[in-house]
């Protein structure tokens, strides 16, 4: 072997110590170029290093996507802004850096009716702050409060809930669909409590909070949630129409008649129109 061949040999096998995975691909092209143009070395060096670097910064994205399950197809780009009047893009924009809040351990808070787009923009910025290096999980409150449960029959929920300190943010989708079981909100509210001014959370609900008590069986338990909660929180109130029900009502108006033959009065004119003229 030449000694060039010796040296890359050499050099993958110190890569593969390094673990340094995108220069063991890419550095003879690299080396290549910088032969042809007359890189000096530090430019080479620092070249490979950065594309280490981006491949790092893309694998970890991929990774915390595929472990926040978030829903498909939820970004920003595709929710109705025009249709929430009261939700300021600039505010949402704001949110999707998430070093203001993410970092005091702050909540949000998304209330209104079914079909308002609150578990739309929930998860859009989800996937904003995971693209920002963020970690998230996206759980369905009833889901996620049944697992604990069962953690806690274990005698392994202070582990499940150290777990889940790892994100930070969690946001627990429709909030209100927890059955009003001593059990199941006791987990619930130990999970709020373990968060507060630590880690962030997003709670989606069709209830105000005045109407937590049909989720938290025990006032003083509902007050104390709340509390933990709102303390530092930004809130929104999503009271729009559904816009899964304003959607389907568009599109059975295009499948069908055009409005001027949709009523009986509209048929008889149209008949008297018609023996007018043939008379």
Avoid at 35 to 51: F, N, V, Y
Avoid at 116 to 135: F, P, V, Y
Wanted: proline share 5%; aromatic share 6%; glycine share 4%.
């Amino acid at each position: 072997m030449t000694n060039q061949a010796i040296d890359a040999q050499r050099l993958i096998l110190i890569l593969n110590d390094l673990r340094l995975p995108a220069i063991k691909l890419i550095w003879p092209d690299f080396a290549e170029r910088a032969d042809k143009e007359g890189w000096p070395g530090a430019r080479l060096i620092a070249a490979l290093a950065e594309h280490e670097i981006a491949e790092r910064d893309r694998r970890r994205i991929e990774r915390h996507l595929s472990e926040a399950r978030l829903p498909p197809g939820k970004t920003l780009d595709s929710f109705a802004f025009d249709a929430v009047p009261m939700i300021s893009r600039a505010q949402v924009m704001a949110l999707c850096s998430g070093d203001s809040w993410l970092e005091k351990g702050a909540n949000l808070i998304m209330f209104g009716p079914p079909g308002g787009g609150k578990s739309h923009l929930a998860a859009a910025i989800g996937l904003a702050l995971i693209e920002k290096g963020w970690r998230v999980l996206f759980a369905r409150t009833s889901d996620l409060v049944q697992k604990l449960q069962v953690a806690r029959r274990e005698l392994a929920l202070e582990n499940a809930l150290a777990k889940l300190d790892k994100y930070h943010l969690l946001i627990l989708d429709d909030l209100a669909y927890v059955t009003k079981d001593q059990a199941e909100t006791s987990v619930l509210f130990e999970l709020i409590s373990a968060r507060y001014e630590r880690r962030s959370t997003l709670i989606t609900a069709n209830q105000p909070f005045g109407e937590w008590n049909r989720v938290f069986p025990d006032p003083a338990m509902t007050l104390a949630a709340v509390d933990r909660l709102v303390h530092h929180a930004t809130i929104f109130e999503m009271n729009v129409e559904s816009y899964r029900r304003r959607t389907a009502l568009q599109r059975q108006t295009r499948a069908g008649r055009p409005p001027t033959y949709a009523t009986i009065k509209a048929t008889e004119e149209m008949s008297l129109s018609d023996n007018q003229t043939d008379s």
